[in-house]
């Protein structure tokens, strides 16, 4: 009988089930250690009541992986172990997908990430893309006036310089269109209402083991249940990707901290009739009668945020939306907006108000069997376009690391890396929104307010944070996945950040590439084996010095790779010469550099002209070559030279299981 530990309190029926699969100890939930060791005696049949009062026996299963919650973050989730063919499960309690409203805005960074998903092209062809950025202030003669433009993305390495913007709904589906070519569908409305985790440590270290039990419950509406559907299921491991409000991070006792902002947002999302020249531009407004941010949408739809001040909170600061409508809210805006006119003739597609709040999970992970994802972990403004995006690369950054472990490939210390790299992330997040929202929610500076917030204070900070609200310059601190060492290999391509776009040359046929379109999450490790010279001996020779290092029995090659894994399946080797196009011979790299035709590229300007040439220069790669490991999910996780193939082993021996063969 497996000894577990009891995370959620439950009715007397579904106790009798939990009961009967699993051992009950008491906890201390911020600590995950047993308080004492009490076994309780398990009935050898149990039976949950129905709505007819009848018995019923539930149903169980098993799953690799069983994702709570279909919002952003958990549809990433779910899509990205489909793809890598493990058994994932994905419900959620809401009877219906999200049709309108919520989330809209894609960042550059995320719009990479869906490109290496081959999910990019369609989000472009729905989304609205947002290229600059105008600003008003009070003018002196009343009313407000535009200070100025500015590019809405500032991050010069960004390969999509916008943002792109789309309702969460259109954005879901493009992840479920794409979950469905490999069977796997959104199942609702499933409310998880149970969850234990084993405390046998041995269990938990086997990646073989299921040592979490979730009970989950059939929704008949939003109102009543469906008492005699219950599902009882068996996962490796649990993703609470479940909102705000998680019930997963609440069943884990996990704390949310921070604390909540006196300033409230109403928005609308509308197609408005108005004279004002930026409407289809992000457009930040500071007026005497509070604060305004336009964020153009698909079609000719027009998402406005209006800062409310008369708003009631309770004791409980809580906002109570009975005294609030659609209309309030326009007509905050109309006077914020004036002397230009604003009116909204058309349907309101969706609306909501809000108080900020910034708070960051105690935890991120129980045991590394369950995580949180999302805004689960971490809740903040969403006028800075972070939301969704922070929560679909949680995820994107969980993936891979969960399919290496539960493949054998991988160290289960891995997994701690998530909460390591995404936490210290989130507190960025929330140390960069404090500051971006005080301003955003503060006072324009005038006569009367001297203390207020001027044009360039807001415009400076705006630009000054555009690597990181791009989400292009996150980077990732030192652990066994990020060996920042071997910086001076490559010093312009930092270690812990992604990969920088450049246009590289296929040598086979000259066919222009983005390197990043070849860094694809797969995950797969890609080696960029950057060679130099081509034309060169000596060159040649520390090359074929370097393929045959890659064999040895001690390199990391047969040390990482399992009995009956193909090398293909687990690394990805591309090689980069600096060789002049028409000089290029690609079949004197050794074999073991070329396995295909279509893995050989050289830095040269493309056959057209205007493209390319610049790899080696942009990232400072010396004509001696170097080696760059880059992670399953685009992030450079080490470099060296080419004759330094031990600290290439070293750092794959730091997480990678050894090789059993």
């Not at 326009?330 to 108000?353: G, H, Q």
């Not at 222009?512 to 950057?530: C, W």
């Not at 050989?600 to 004509?623: N, Q």
Request: aromatic residues 8%; glycine residues 8%.
């Amino acid at each position: 009988m497996a000894v577990s530990i009891l995370l959620s309190s439950l009715g007397l029926s579904l106790l009798a089930v939990l009961l009967y699969h699993c051992v009950r100890i008491l906890i201390d939930p911020f600590r995950h250690r047993p308080l004492n060791n009490h076994i309780e005696n398990m009935p050898s049949k149990v039976t949950t009541s129905t709505s007819n009062g009848l018995g019923a026996q539930p149903r169980e299963s098993k799953v690799d992986v069983l994702v709570i919650g279909a919002g952003p973050a958990g549809l990433m989730c779910a899509n990205g172990l489909a793809r890598a063919g493990v058994n994932v499960k994905i419900v959620d309690k809401k009877a219906s997908k999200v049709d309108c409203g919520h989330a809209d805005g894609i960042q550059p960074r995320s719009i990479e990430v869906l490109q290496s998903y081959g999910l990019a092209e369609r989000l472009i062809k729905e989304g609205n893309q947002m290229h600059m950025t105008a600003f008003y202030n009070p003018s002196p003669n009343g009313g407000i006036e535009r200070s100025g433009r500015a590019p809405d993305v500032t991050a010069p390495t960004a390969r999509y310089p916008f943002e792109i913007t789309l309702h969460q709904g259109a954005i879901e589906n493009i992840f479920k269109d794409s979950m469905s070519q490999y069977g796997v569908e959104v199942q609702r409305p499933w409310q998880p209402e149970a969850l234990t985790i084993s405390c046998d440590e041995k269990e938990l270290l086997d990646p073989q083991a299921y040592p979490v039990t979730v009970i989950l419950r059939r929704l008949k509406t939003e109102s009543s249940l469906e008492l005699d559907d219950v599902e009882i299921v068996r996962a490796k491991y649990v993703v609470g990707a479940d909102g705000a409000h998680s019930w997963v991070r609440k069943s884990l006792g996990f704390t949310m901290d921070g604390e909540q902002t006196d300033f409230v947002w109403g928005v609308v999302d509308s197609v408005p009739d108005t004279n004002f020249p930026d409407i289809r531009n992000r457009t930040a407004i500071h007026s005497n009668n509070g604060s305004c941010m336009i964020i153009p949408r698909e079609g000719d739809v027009v998402r406005l945020y209006v800062q409310l001040s008369e708003v009631e909170v309770g004791s409980a600061g809580r906002i109570d939306k009975s005294k609030w409508n659609p209309e309030r809210v326009m007509e905050v805006a109309r006077k914020s907006m004036a002397p230009y006119t604003i009116s909204f003739p058309n349907p309101i597609l969706w609306w909501t108000i809000y108080m900020i709040g910034q708070r960051v999970a105690s935890q991120f992970s129980a045991h590394e069997r369950v995580f949180i994802a999302g805004d689960a972990c971490h809740t903040h403004s969403p006028k800075a376009g972070q939301g969704m995006n922070a929560s679909m690369n949680d995820t994107h950054n969980l993936v891979w690391k969960l399919v290496h472990v539960l493949r054998g490939w991988a160290k289960h210390s891995l997994l701690k890396t998530y909460e390591q790299e995404r936490r210290k992330y989130a507190q960025d997040l929330i140390a960069f929104d404090k500051k971006f929202s005080a301003l955003f929610s503060g006072k324009p500076k005038s006569v009367d307010n001297e203390d207020g917030v001027t044009h360039d204070e807001f415009l400076k900070v705006f630009q000054t944070f555009g690597q990181f609200t791009s989400g292009i310059g996150i980077h990732y601190q030192e652990s066994d996945i990020v060996d920042p060492t071997g910086q001076c290999y490559a010093p312009y391509l930092r270690i812990g950040q992604r990969c920088i776009p450049q246009i590289i040359l296929r040598a086979a046929d000259c066919r222009p590439y983005e390197i990043q379109d070849l860094l694809v999450s797969d995950t797969r490790f890609k080696l960029l084996i950057f060679c130099g010279d081509l034309t060169q001996d000596f060159q040649l020779e520390r090359i074929q010095a370097f393929a045959d290092a890659l064999d040895q029995d001690k390199g990391f090659l047969k040390r990482c790779i399992p009995a009956g894994v193909k090398e293909e399946d687990v690394f990805d080797f591309i090689t980069i010469a600096s060789t002049k196009k028409e000089e290029v011979e690609y079949t004197v790299l050794p074999q073991r550099l070329r396995s295909h035709w279509t893995k050989v590229y050289v830095d040269d300007v493309s056959v057209a002209g205007g493209l390319g040439g610049k790899a080696y220069e942009t990232y400072g790669i010396s004509p001696n070559g170097a080696v760059i490991v880059i992670r399953p999910d685009g992030y450079v996780g080490m470099m060296t030279g080419l004759n330094k193939w031990q600290v290439i082993e070293n750092y794959f021996s730091a997480f990678f299981e050894a090789s059993r063969a």
